[in-house]
C-alpha cells in the first residue's frame, strides 16, 4: 500500500519564507581582538600546575575577559590571565586565576568527568570552524579532568542536563592545577592525536574560554558572550596555527578482561578488543570484538507504575557513546540500548570538508523484536525483553553537508535484519531512510525539519512506505523568544532503532516566552513562558489538549525557581479526562559542601490499568554533601501517591531511594556505594565498586552487586549477588 506525503499549506509558506530569508542571513563576524596566532614553543613545559615555567610568557597571553552572568557585559569580579602555545605534538594551554578570597574556592578530588559544584576553567574548541561543534576540555582547581563535546544544534532534554555537553567522549590530555595564596593555576597539554581537524597545511579553529566562579555565580568569557545573539559557537574567537603539526593518522588499540560470578557459580571470563584507528587527521575508524558493554554505571532507579508510555535509560556503553552527535537528528532514529547483547561492532565517524559522515554497525544476539503496528492494539508499557532466538544486524548511515555557518542539511538510513542464523538475516527487516535540515537566519531565527519513510517485514506481514515528519520553526532573542512544532507520525511507522515515545499523533506544539533580566547578585532572570499543545489521530479524533503557564526564576549562587500551572484534555481508551496540574521545583547552591533539590507536584491524574480519574501528589528530594573535598554523598528520594479521589482512598504509595557514597583516595583510586530501595517492589540493591583509573580506557574495577526482596515474613533476603571485574588497557601507537 503506497502512502502520498501531503504537507500541509503552512509547512511550505514556512519554507517559502525560509529561503527568502535565508538570502539576507548572515554570520557574526569576530572582531581582531579575538583573533589568536599561536606561538610555537621551542620545548615542552613540564604539566606540573604551577605555571613557574618562563617558557609560558613566549605564548598569546590573553587577560580580556567578560562577565556574562550575572551581569552581561560587566568586568569580572576576578582576574584570569591565559597563556597558549604548540608544538608539533600538543597545545599548550595554561591559566592564572586569580581569588581575592583563595580560601573560598570551591574544588573537590573526584573522579574525571565528575566534577559537579566547582570552580573550573574550560576550553571549547571548534576545530573545523564550523560553528556546530567542538572538542571540550575542563580542569578544576583540584587538577581533576572533564571532556565532552558541544553540538551547537544538539537534541536537548534526555541525558543532557538544562545547559552544557555531552562528557560521555573521553580521550587523553595532560593537565594538572596548584592552589595557593592568590587563588589557583591551570596547565594543560592537549595532544593532537587526540582531535579531529582539517587535513590542511594552516589550521584556524574556533575557540573559546570560560572561567566559572562558582559562590559567585558569576561565568566569565574570553569572546563576550552577549544574550543578542541567538547561538554560543558563532561568539566564539578564533586561533590559527601556521606550523607543522601531528595530523593524527595514529592507532589505538585497547583489550579488555572482564569476568563474572554468580551466586555459587563458577567465575566466566571474556576477552575483548577494542581499536581506533585515524585514516586522516579529520576521518576515524572504531572496531570491536566481544564489546566490554558491564554496566559499571548502574541507571538511577525510575518509578515504573501506572506508566503509559515506556521509560528513557540513558546509554552508557562506551563503544556507543563516543561519536553519538554525528547520529542525531529531530527524531532519535538511534536509540543505542535497544541494541542488547552485540558481538561485534564497525564504526566510521568524521567530517572531510564540508561534509560530516558517520557509520555504524553492529551485529546482536538478542534483538527485540520487529514489530508491525495492528489497529486493535493498544498502547501498553514496555515490557522486559525476554530471551531471542533471533539475531539482527543493524545499520546506520549518516551524511551530513554543511551549507553556510551553523545550517546544514542531512541524510540518514537505518537498517535492522533479523534471522534465525546469519544466513537467514533479511526474513524480518525495518527500514527507515530520510532527510533532514537545520538553518539559522536573520540573526534569531532557526528552522529545522525531518521528513521520514520506513517500511517493515516480519515472517507474516509487510508493510509499504510509511511517512513521518517534524518541522519547527523558533527565534530567540535577548528578551523574547518563540517556537511552533508540527509533527506527523503514522501509526504504523517503524523504528525499531529508534525511541518513539507515541506514535498515531498529529502535533501542533507552540510556545511564547519573554525573559526580564534584572541581573544582579540575587536575581539573574526571570522567564515566564506559555505553551499550547494541540494532538490529533490519524482518524482526526482530538486526544490531547494542553495549555500551560511556567515561570523560571535564576539567581543567588546558582539557584533555580520552575513553576507550571496546566490545564489539558487527554483521551485515553475512548474517554476524555480533563485534568488540571501543578509542579514546582528549587534548586540551590548555598554552600560549598551543600547543593540540592527539591520538587512537588499534585493534580488530576489517569490510572491507566482500569481508567478512570484520580488525584496524584509527587515529591522529589535530590542531596548533594560534600564534607570532605574528596568525599561525595548523594542522596534522592521519589514519593508518588495516588488518590482515587482528592482526599479519598489510596490507589498505591511508592518511596523510592537512592544513595551514591564516592569516596576519593587519590586522583586515581575511588571507592563507590550505590544503594537503592523501592518499597513498592520491596526491593533492596547494594553495589559496591572499587575503581582505578589511569586515564581514558586504562582501568581496572572490581565490584559486588547484591539484590534482595522481601519474603512474606517481612525480612529482605538476597536473590542475586554478582562479583565482577574489569581490567582494560589503552595503547596509543
Known amino acids: 500500500m503506497k502512502t502520498k506525503i501531503k504537507l500541509p499549506p503552512s509547512v511550505i509558506i514556512i519554507a517559502l519564507i525560509f529561503f527568502v530569508f535565508n538570502l539576507f542571513s548572515y554570520s557574526q563576524e569576530n572582531e581582531e581582538n579575538y583573533r589568536l596566532k599561536i606561538p610555537e614553543f621551542p620545548y615542552p613545559p613540564k604539566i606540573d600546575g604551577k605555571l613557574e615555567n618562563p617558557l609560558w610568557n613566549n605564548g598569546v597571553v590573553v587577560e580580556a575577559f567578560t562577565q556574562y552572568e550575572p551581569q552581561e557585559g560587566s568586568e569580572p569580579s576576578e582576574k584570569t ?432 516566552g519573554y525573559a526580564f533580566l534584572p541581573q544582579n547578585e540575587y536575581i539573574v532572570d526571570i522567564r515566564p513562558t506559555l505553551e499550547y499543545r494541540r494532538i490529533y489521530d490519524f482518524n482526526n479524533t482530538l486526544t490531547d489538549e494542553e495549555l500551560s503557564f511556567r515561570v523560571f526564576v535564576s539567581g543567588w549562587r546558582k539557584s533555580h525557581i520552575w513553576a507550571s500551572f496546566s490545564t489539558e484534555l487527554e483521551r485515553y481508551e475512548g474517554i476524555d479526562f480533563h485534568k488540571k496540574g501543578f509542579r514546582a521545583s528549587f534548586q540551590s547552591e548555598p554552600l560549598s559542601w551543600l547543593s540540592g533539590e527539591i520538587s512537588y507536584s499534585f493534580g488530576d491524574a489517569i490510572y491507566y490499568d482500569d481508567p478512570y480519574l484520580g488525584y496524584k501528589t509527587s515529591v522529589g528530594l535530590e542531596l548533594t554533601l560534600r564534607p570532605l573535598t574528596n568525599l561525595r554523598l548523594y542522596y534522592e528520594l521519589k514519593n508518588d501517591n495516588f488518590f482515587k479521589k482528592k482526599s479519598g482512598e489510596k490507589e498505591y504509595h511508592i518511596n523510592i531511594i537512592s544513595q551514591r557514597i564516592n569516596y576519593q583516595i587519590s586522583r586515581t583510586l575511588s571507592l563507590r556505594l550505590i544503594t537503592d530501595f523501592n518499597d513498592y517492589d520491596d526491593e533492596l540493591y547494594n553495589s559496591f565498586l572499587l575503581s582505578w583509573e589511569l586515564r581514558p580506557g586504562t582501568v581496572f574495577y572490581i565490584g559486588m552487586d547484591d539484590n534482595q526482596e522481601k519474603d512474606e515474613s517481612g525480612i529482605y533476603r538476597g536473590v542475586g549477588r554478582y562479583y565482577f571485574i574489569k581490567f582494560s588497557y589503552w595503547w596509543r601507537i
Not at 520553526?473 to 511507522?493: K, N
Request: with cysteine; aromatic share 14%.
Open 81 to 512: 590571565v591565559a597563556y597558549l602555545g604548540y608544538d608539533k605534538n600538543y597545545l599548550y594551554i595554561a591559566f592564572r586565576c586569580f581569588d581575592s578570597n583563595p580560601k573560598a574556592v570551591r574544588a573537590c578530588l573526584t573522579q574525571r568527568d565528575k566534577v559537579f559544584g566547582d570552580d573550573e576553567m574550560t576550553i571549547y574548541l571548534d576545530t573545523f570552524n564550523d560553528k556546530k561543534r567542538a572538542f571540550v576540555f575542563q580542569v578544576n582547581p583540584c587538577g581533576v579532568q572533564v571532556d565532552g563535546i558541544y553540538t551547537e544544534t544538539r537534541r536537548r532534554g534526555r541525558g543532557r542536563g538544562f545547559w552544557g555537553f555531552d562528557r560521555n567522549w573521553d580521550t587523553f590530555f595532560l593537565s594538572d592545577a596548584q592552589l595557593d595564596d592568590q587563588g589557583y593555576t591551570v596547565e594543560l597539554a592537549i595532544p593532537f592525536k587526540s582531535l579531529r581537524f582539517p587535513n590542511s597545511p594552516t589550521q584556524k579553529w574556533g575557540m573559546q574560554i570560560m572561567r566559572t566562579i562558582r559562590r559567585k555565580n558569576e561565568e566569565i568569557y574570553w569572546h563576550p558572550r552577549s544574550r543578542d545573539v541567538n547561538g554560543f559557537l558563532i561568539q566564539s574567537g578564533s586561533i590559527e596555527i601556521d606550523g607543522f603539526i601531528e595530523k593524527g593518522k595514529n592507532l589505538e588499540v585497547m583489550p579488555v578482561f572482564t569476568g563474572l560470578k554468580e551466586d555459587d557459580q563458577e567465575f566466566s571470563p571474556e576477552f575483548g578488543l577494542n581499536a581506533k584507528y585515524g585514516i586522516t587527521s579529520d576521518l576515524t575508524s572504531d572496531i570491536t570484538f566481544n564489546p566490554d558493554f558491564s554496566q559499571i554505571e548502574a541507571d538511577m532507579p525510575q518509578i515504573d507504575v501506572n506508566q503509559r508510555y515506556a521509560l528513557y535509560y540513558p546509554e552508557k556503553r562506551p563503544f556507543f557513546l563516543e561519536g553519538k552527535d554525528f547520529f542525531d537528528t529531530p527524531f532519535e532514529l538511534i536509540y543505542t540500548r535497544k541494541i542488547v547483547n552485540p558481538q561485534w561492532g564497525v564504526k566510521l565517524t568524521g567530517k572531510v570538508g564540508k561534509t560530516t559522515i558517520g557509520f555504524l554497525s553492529a551485529f546482536d544476539e538478542n534483538p527485540p523484536d520487529i514489530e508491525i503496528w495492528e489497529e486493535e492494539e493498544e498502547e501498553e508499557e514496555e515490557e522486559e525483553e525476554e530471551e531471542n532466538p533471533y539475531s539482527a544486524l543493524t545499520n546506520v548511515f549518516r551524511l551530513k553537508r554543511d551549507l553556510y555557518s551553523e545550517s546544514h542539511i542531512g541524510f540518514i538510513a537505518t537498517d535492522k535484519e533479523m534471522g534465525l542464523s546469519w544466513n537467514s538475516l533479511g526474513s524480518s527487516y525495518n527500514r527507515v531512510a530520510g532527510v533532514d535540515g537545520h538553518f539559522k537566519f536573520l540573526n534569531y531565527y532557526r528552522f529545522s525539519f525531518q521528513i521520514l519513510g520506513s517500511q517493515t517485514r516480519t515472517e507474516a506481514e509487510k508493510t509499504g512506505f510509511v511517512p513521518a515528519m517534524k518541522f519547527n520553526l523558533s527565534q530567540r532573542s535577548r528578551h523574547l523568544s518563540f517556537s511552533v512544532d508540527w509533527t506527523s507520525i503514522r501509526p504504523d511507522f517503524e523504528s525499531s532503532l529508534g525511541f518513539f515515545r507515541r506514535k498515531d499523533i498529529k502535533s501542533l506544539n507552540t510556545r511564547i
